[in-house]
């Protein structure tokens, strides 16, 4: 340990304020507004996801910040569904703290507040408040709880280092994820111009004509999935015991927008995996890989390098035929057009699953390969750098998991982890 000068201390002596919100839900906007309310599924991992949040009108953005108006740079923590996740207001925006959250603003004379932010994520106030929080059927912390949390803390000045160094990553982070979603909405917009729309290059003129999906340009098909797709399965109906150590087996609960969370996957053993891929429950380099249990379609995304890795089956495998591009047919079943008429071969009331056999059947509007060509070259390259973008992201995330914890405790001394980033770079 290298914590020599730290100090421990309440969180209620760094903080010139520590406010609890409004406990009853507000009402709820009609539409869009500027006054934006934190509930506690927008808070995760640091971060405060502005992009999801409900609204409200002037007057009831004022009653619930009159003990306090939240500003950049507070610290937001859940006390309750779930219990302790943290994140940092880092914009301007005009927000209010919904149920069940309380905030923490620190006085910058005594503690940096990006340093606080990390150290409610360690294991070392994340167990105090795991424990404050124990003995109900719901965990729930009790604001004056969240008050007497301590800390450990060395020099403001080693702080502002270890928090710039945490940042570091997380900036790189954020940035990624911008142009993530730069790129996403790139896509979406040709994909509604060209193929919603029809008013892809050249075929601004082409004759409309009645179709079982509504009016389409007088060239393009109507064709069920099956017919682009050389097979169209789901992973293993089995799950083989957990190991330790072998291979990762992924669900629907590891999928995310473009890849496999693969940190969080179960693992089975080496036997168990080579029989399953002989059951084809392996994905292959250009499948298409799409949610189909639960939130049906909430993710679909295309297999670009093969893996040691297979598949339950809440997850569907699509192989496009050779001339179908992954990427046109990951946008077709993205589109919101496309989920809401998925219902029509969705089955189950409290876990939704679509049925494989009237899958293969669902119909899409199919343009002709000159322009799924097109497509392809426009579109292909920035689908797959947001994937790469995804992976590092990802990269970055467990090099920033495997600091963190190191850091905050003292572990090891600031400027071994200033010289391991300088040779990063």
């Known amino acids: 340990m290298n914590s020599v000068g730290w100090k421990r201390v309440l969180i209620a002596e760094v903080c010139s304020s520590i406010i609890d919100c409004v406990n009853r839900t507000a009402p709820e906007a009609s539409g869009v507004t500027p006054f934006k309310m934190i509930r506690t599924s927008n808070v995760r991992d640091g971060w405060i996801d502005l992009s ?19 500003q950049m740079g507070d610290i937001v923590l859940t006390r309750e569904a779930p219990l302790g996740e943290v994140g940092l207001i880092r914009s301007n925006d005009r927000v209010f703290l919904g149920q069940r959250l309380v905030s923490y603003r620190v006085d910058p004379t005594k503690a940096d507040n990006r340093f606080l932010l990390y150290a409610l994520q360690g294991e070392d106030l994340q167990s105090q408040i795991r424990a404050f929080g124990s003995g ?52 979406r917009r040709v994909y509604e111009e060209w193929f919603v729309h029809f008013r892809a290059p050249g075929c601004e003129d082409v004759e409309l ?25 789901d992973g293993a109906h089995h799950s083989p015991k957990t190991q330790s150590v072998g291979i990762p087996m992924a669900s629907v609960k590891d999928m995310r927008t473009w890849d496999f969370d693969v ?18 429950c392996r994905p292959l380099k250009g499948d298409v ?16 390098e093969e893996r040691e890795l297979v598949i339950l089956s809440s997850i569907a495998i699509l192989r496009p035929h050779e001339s179908v591009s992954s990427d046109f047919l990951v946008q077709v079943l993205k589109d919101p057009r496309t989920v809401d008429r998925m ?9 939704p ?45 467990a090099q920033r998991d495997l600091l963190l914890p190191k850091l905050i405790s003292g572990e090891i001394d600031v400027s071994q982890a200033e010289e391991l980033m300088e040779a990063a770079e």
């Open 136 to 187: 109900s059927t719901v965990e729930h912390m009790r604001v004056p709880d969240a008050k007497v949390l301590r800390v450990n803390l060395p020099s403001l000045e080693t702080q502002r280092r270890i928090a710039s160094i945490l940042s570091a990553y997380d900036d790189l982070i954020e940035n990624n994820t911008r142009r993530i979603a730069i790129l996403e909405e790139m896509a």
């Open 289 to 304: 890989l799409i949610a189909k249990d639960g939130s049906y379609l909430k993710h679909a995304f295309v297999v670009r």
């Open 263 to 280: 940190a969080g996957c179960r693992i089975i053993d080496r036997a168990d995996y080579e029989a399953l891929v002989r059951n084809d």
């Open 209 to 233: 004509v009645g179709s079982p999906l509504g009016p389409v340009p007088k060239s393009w098909e109507i064709s069920p999935l099956e017919d682009l797709c050389s097979r169209i399965t």
């Open 52 to 70: 999801s949040v409900k609204f409200v009108d002037e007057p009831t953005y004022l009653r619930w910040t009159r003990r306090q108006v939240p």
């Open 353 to 397: 699953r679509i049925i494989l056999k009237d899958f293969s059947r669902f119909e899409i509007v199919f343009p002709p390969q000159s322009l799924r060509d097109r497509w392809d070259a426009l579109v292909g390259p920035n689908a797959a750098l947001c994937q790469r973008l995804f992976r590092l992201n990802a990269n970055l995330r």
């Open 343 to 351: 219902k029509g071969v969705v089955s189950g009331v409290a876990i």
